[in-house]
């Protein structure tokens, strides 16, 4: 809710505001006119100090170049005949009287250096632009600079020595900075307050307090150092502690003597102390303020306060007979208009006591006649209760305040509003009056009381109004009902019984007339005394009055499978007291089976009967001979699969396997299943990483992938595929197929390295038989050529070497050739043993030069090959070459032959103790133009063509080798019996 | 009673807040000013100013730069390194960005002529190489970026010139008179006169300096001047001059143009050195010029630079760019026991270059 505005609060802020707005408006001109004025002195008497210390400066600095000027007129630097002795000796004058210059040079207008006090200059001077402007007659002061030691800061006079108004030499003199601070050092103003000089860049360059300088101002901001111009300006910064400073600066006048870059001569303070007294100034201002708004708020609180009173007491007044104390009469004195409210206020409050006195007294009366009988009296409008005496609360058991306002169905219960409305409606529509009414209502301790009431209508304030007197019937009511109660109680009970024993005996006829087991009872002797429908549906016929001992011969004659003894054993002796479940199965001539249980019962007092259920498990045994025969037809057709199959469940447990994973591990199905794999098959403590079973497992879709496994025993490949088994019983097996694909994968290579040579073949005939042309030409012309020219002729060599080259080329072409001719042309049947024979004749000399070891091992059994016997001792020699040039001196070749009887095949195995093979290089030695040995020694198509010939005779060639052991070349070759023509 | 007060004190304290802030923001517009900060955004300046040695650098790639960075690059040259520092010195604020060599960047770092280097602004400067970048005047690059190095040493025209080894003394002999230049600076001047006196080219002693003077004086009268090496390589071109005392990379330079000039590393040994980018204090384009300094450091442009000039760099992985004449030549990429003979300048202090000053002047007069 939002809060409605005080008088009094408006009241005291319009005079806070008449009152102190224009009051900080001047007290705020005051502060700003009064701290400017203050702070503007303060910077005037800088400016005064500083202009005072740049005239002395620039005076300082005039004296030194007038000191330059004077040494530079004396005769000695103007005389032709002046030796360097008497000139040097007139410039220690100057340096030594003086003692303002460090050093002093006199430089050629070259810029050698033709004399000097000390030499202590670093850099080229003749280079610096203040040489070149002295060279122009100027005298020139430089900016003041860091020398060699990077403390000392220096500044350099030029002076030009002028002869005949020509300049004929310079004159430089070196003054250290310190000459300077002798000067600055003795103004000092306040605490805190220092005079710098600042260079053209806002260093530091000048300060009483040395280490000052470089350790606690960092300079002036660039942003401070004004544009040309600009006389003076005040300057504000902080040091490297943070202390901030306030000050003034000037830029010293420019000095026609001599030409230098700006300088600035700075005055400074620290800010608290330069400007105390307009903080002085400024706090005394704000106090004053502060004390002015208090009173100005006190005032106002009176004031406000005061104008208010009289209306705070008509307020208060009014607020006390609206408590209900009539009569009450305030005391204002204010102004006429309000006094007269006053005045009226109090007429109006004492009548109104009168009045209300005088009707009190008259209701009182009236009352008194209703309030002193002992049945309940009310009155009703409009459903609600306006009125009841002492007796009616006391009947219901409210306190006066709870009855009166409320509506007469407050008290009255839900089941009951109905009817009482419906009387209501009736009373005050056709104004009859009922003879009598009960009507229950609910005491305030929730009781339920019944009352008898005689409403009457009656009109007041022109309205109709319910009224009458009420008694407590309750007692009686409820004598009458608890009789009722019981008789109704009574009834319900023997019905609900009677039904409850004809269910029940229903229930459990039904149960064993529906079974699907025969039932049967029996008394002690056997003598069956019932049965159900199933009992006769089994035996086919009814046993009812049959000994059971009878039936059952009849059904199961004694026989091999079946011992009657075990079914009599069934049924108990009849003085046998207790009795224990024994239940058998018999079988009837394999086509009926039947489950037997017999069973005592007790009935109470002696009366015992014997109780038989018999099952048919004729179909179940069925179903269970034909599962345990499908499984093992699975277990069968899994088995006759030779690669390896596992079931696997998702917690990685074996639950299947079929014969080959156990002849694999030698061991029975017993000892695999149940067991995780991956520490069963591979030793490990968790699924394998990467396991593909892991990836089936998240995707539920079925993967086929290759496996590499490595081991001492070698390199093995499978081809390894998972499916998940999808039948929901077995939701989360999955099937292993792994299929071991080590010979495939050799012969799949073995098959592109036949097409690769094939086409490298083909190319390589066509490119051989285009460049053989051209070569033949340049092998021709270069030997026609040669035989022009004599052994001693300049260009004889270059030709040889032409020649030899294009002979090189040539051999590399019929290798090329013989590689890609695809037939093989010529055919005979001959001997491999001499053949083999022929080539190590070939490479005798060779083998001797490196004393080579050769063995033969050659079997006498061989039979004739019948083949293309030059190009096999082509193969022969590739191979034999490639051994005698991997042997280091003293290695050993052995060739041996062999003949196997079953495959019916020729292999010739070439086995050297040379350097071997790389493992990376061995799937490339077939390939053309693989070679290792150095560039001119090996064409790299011996191999490939070698491989070409065996392929064209059907034969195979495989080379195996330990590299830095042995390497073998094995050729398999078939023999040719069959193949005569 | 109690809530007519307390809605009034509300409101006062209300009213009260409201001219206090209204009374501080007056306050601090007046006092502070706008106290938003400026964009700090770096900035490339229009125009940069480089004082380099003449034809030191590949103008290709300076051009290439101007084009990137839409930086007008102005190339002033000096011809010693003293002419560079009073040109720093005097002129202050109109350099962004100097080449010198490392033994005087402790010097001029300590006369404060010299900026710090903001590496963060020259991310190649990873690229050079530690052993190249660790010096003895400033091992941590605070103050200079290493650019080229070289050696100074001995270049003679081999068409008059037929000696098997040269070595220093071919410098002061008698028999090329008026055919000898030497360089116009003072601490290189003294190095070949110290070698041969036995000496190590960074001698204090002040004796054996004297000795190398009267060495030097002897021999002024047989060459032909002391010359800036531009004006050398000049002298060299045409043939008037048979053997100068002369920088590496000029040397091979002119062997370029002149097949008859050859550059000798002196067995003995030779100065070697290193030119680093400085930047100098009063410089206003400190950005521009590390910007600058970072577009030379890479591979690809030190060694378009390089293969120019003729001097190895400071750049190691700038070797798959270079030529193989340059890489292979062992007066550039010296051979270890060669380079293990050569030695750096040392800074010089105020004592020794003072004397120095003073014997050079005296030779000069």
Known sequence: MKKARSIRSDIFILIVIIAFVPLAVYFLFDILSLTKELKRNVHKSYIDLIVHYSKDLNIFLTDRIVDLKLLSQSPAFKSPNATHDEKISEIYKVQDYYHYFSDITLMSLDGTAVLSTTYSFFSDLSKTRWFLEATEGRSVITDPYRDLSGIDLKIRFFVPVVDNEKVVSILSARMNMEKIWEVSDTVRFGETGYILIVDQFGNIVSNPNRSMIFEKFPGLPTGEIPIDGVKSFSVEFADRDGIEYVGSAVVMDKNPLFEMAPLFIVAIQQKNEAYSLSHYVLIRDLLEMIAVLSLIILVSIYISARMTQPIQTIIDGTARIAEGNLGTTIDVKSWKEINRIAEAFNMMSRNLLTYTKELKSSEERYRTLVEDINDGFYLVQDNTIVYANDAAFEMMGYERGEVIGKIIYDFIPKEDWGRIASNYRDIMNTNTIPDKI??????????????????????????????????????RRKREEVLNEDRKFLEREVKKKSRELFESEQKYRTIVESAADGIFLCELNGAVISANKSMTEILGVSPVGMDCRQFFERIFPASAETDSTDITRLIPAPDQTTYTNTSITVDKRGTLNLDIKMNAIDLGKGTRFIQGVVRDTTQRKALEIAVENSKQRLQAAFDAVSDRMYMIDSDYVIKFVNRSVAEELSLPYTDILERKCYSFLNT??????????????????????????????????????????????????????????TEEKKIQEHLIQSDRLISLGQLSAGVAHEINNPLTSILGYTQILLQEKTKKSEDYDDLKIIEEQALNCKTILNDLLLFSRTRVDKKEFFSVNEVLDGVILINQKQMKDKKIVLKRKFSKNL???????????????????????????????????????????????????????DRDNMDKIFDPFFTTKPPGQGTGLGLSVSYGIIVEHDGAIYARSEPGKRTIFTIMLPSSLHDNP | MKGIFARHEGVSLHFFTALISIFMVLCSILIGGCSFCGNKEQRLSDTLTVLNWEDYIEMGVVRSFEKEFGVKVIIRTFASEDEMISMVLSDPGKYDLAVTSESIVKTITDMGLIAPIDKKNIPNISGIDPDISNTPGDPLMQFSVPYLWGTSGIAVNRRYVTADVIDWGILFDRRYANRIDMLNDIQENFAPALKMIGCS??????????????????????????????????HLLDGSTYIAFLYSGDSLMVAQENPDIEYVVPPSGAPIWLDSWVIPATSKNKNTAEAFINYILKPENIATISNYVWYANAVSSSNRYLNSELLESRSIYLPAPLLARCEYYLPLDETTNQFFNKLWYELLR
């Open chain 1, 438 to 475: 009960e009507i229950p209502i609910i005491k305030k301790n929730g009781e339920v009381i019944y009352i008898e009431a005689q409403p009457k209508i009656v009109s007041m304030d022109e309205k109709d109004l319910i009224a009458g007197i009420f008694i407590d019937i309750s007692a």
């Open chain 1, 684 to 741: 490990k403590n968790e699924p394998c990483a990467g396991c593909p079973l892991g990836l089936v497992m998240t995707d539920h879709v079925g993967i086929t992938d290759e496996v590499m496994v490595s081991d001492k025993d070698g390199t093995r490949f499978y081809r390894v595929s998972i499916y998940p088994v999808v039948p929901a019983s077995f939701s989360h097996d999955y099937l292993v197929h792994s299929r071991h694909i």
């Open chain 1, 863 to 917: 039979s004739p090959f019948y083949g293309n016997q030059i190009k096999l001792t082509q193969v022969f020699l590739n191979i034999i070459k490639n051994a005698i040039d991997a042997v280091d001196k003293k290695g050993k070749i052995i060739i041996a032959t062999s003949y196997d009887e079953k495959t019916k095949r020729i292999e010739v195995a070439i086995e050297d103790n040379g350097h071997g093979i």
């Open chain 2, 201 to 234: 080219i960074n001698a204090r002693d002040k004796q054996d300096l004297t000795r190398a003077q009267n060495i030097l004086k002897k021999q002024r009268l047989i060459i032909r001047g002391y010359f800036d090496s531009q004006e050398i390589q000049e």
